[in-house]
C-alpha cells in the first residue's frame, strides 16, 4: 500500500571538492559547472570564450574561476592546471567537456585541418589535461570524467571525423581506467544523445533540413523530447561523487533510450 508521500531523494556531495572543467562556459559544460557548485565543488572552468566562462563561474558563485584557455593549445593547459594548483592547492576531478562537432561531412570530404583541428580539441585535450593533473589527482585519489557521445558507440551519418574523436575518447576512457585503478583515480565517460547547446543548433544549421533534423531529435529520444544540458549534469555530479566510488571504466548513456529510437 502506498501513502502517496513523495520520495526523497538524497544528492550527490561535492563538498570541498575542486574541479576542473574544459569548455563550461556554456552547453552541457555550463550546467555541469552551475550542478558542481549546487552540489558544494569549486570549479575552474577552461574555455576559449574567457566571457561566457566567467559569467557562468558568476553564476556558479563561491570561489569558482574562470581561465581563457583553447584546449587544443597544450601549454595553455598546463599553465591553467598550475594557476588552479597554486590557488587552491588540490584538484580532485577533471572533467574533459569540450568539443567541436563541426563539419558535416563523409571522410572523403573532410579537409586534413577539419580533421587534425577535431582531434586536437575533442581527444588531443584529454592527452594534455591528464598529463599535467595527473600528479594531483593521484594525490587527492580524484576522478576524470570524459564527455563523449553516443555516436561514438553506435556512429552517425555524414559525421565521421567528429565520431571518430568520440569513439577515440570511450576507448580511452577504458584504458585509462585501467591504468589508473592503482592510483586510485576513477575514470568513467557520459554518452549524450541530442542536448540542445549551440554547437548541436550550428550542427543543426549544417544539415540540408534542419527543421526536419530538429524534430528528427525530438523523436529519437525515448523519453521525451530532445533534452538541455542539465540531464547531463545530474549524472556527471553522481559519476564524480562518493557515491559512485565504486565506478570505473564507465560509458554511461544519457540518452532517453536515443540509441533504440534511432530505428524510429
Known sequence: MTTGKSVSHTPADLSGKIILLTGGGDGIGRE??????RAGATVAILDRD???????????????????????DGEAIRAAISAVLQQFGRIDAVHNNAGIASPSKPLHETTEQEWDDLQRVNLKSVFWTTKFAFQALAASKG??????????????????????????????????????????????????????????EKWCGEQADPASIRNYLDDIHLLGPCPHGDVIADAAVFLLSYQARFITGCILPVSGGAELGYRR
Not at 555541469?32 to 557548485?37: P, R, V
Not at 574567457?50 to 587544443?72: I, M, W, Y
Open 32 to 37: 555541469c559547472a552551475l550542478a558542481y557548485a
Open 50 to 72: 574567457l566571457e561566457t566562462a566567467r559569467h557562468t563561474a558568476a553564476d556558479a558563485g563561491g570561489d569558482s574561476l574562470a581561465f581563457h584557455v583553447d584546449v587544443s
Open 143 to 200: 576522478s576524470i570524467l570524459n564527455t563523449a557521445s553516443m555516436v561514438g558507440l553506435i556512429g552517425q551519418l555524414s559525421h565521421a571525423a567528429y565520431v571518430a574523436t568520440k569513439g577515440g575518447m570511450i576507448s580511452l576512457t577504458k584504458a585509462m581506467a585501467a591504468d589508473y585503478s592503482g592510483y586510485g583515480i576513477r575514470v568513467n565517460a557520459v554518452c549524450p544523445a541530442g542536448v540542445w547547446t549551440p554547437m548541436l
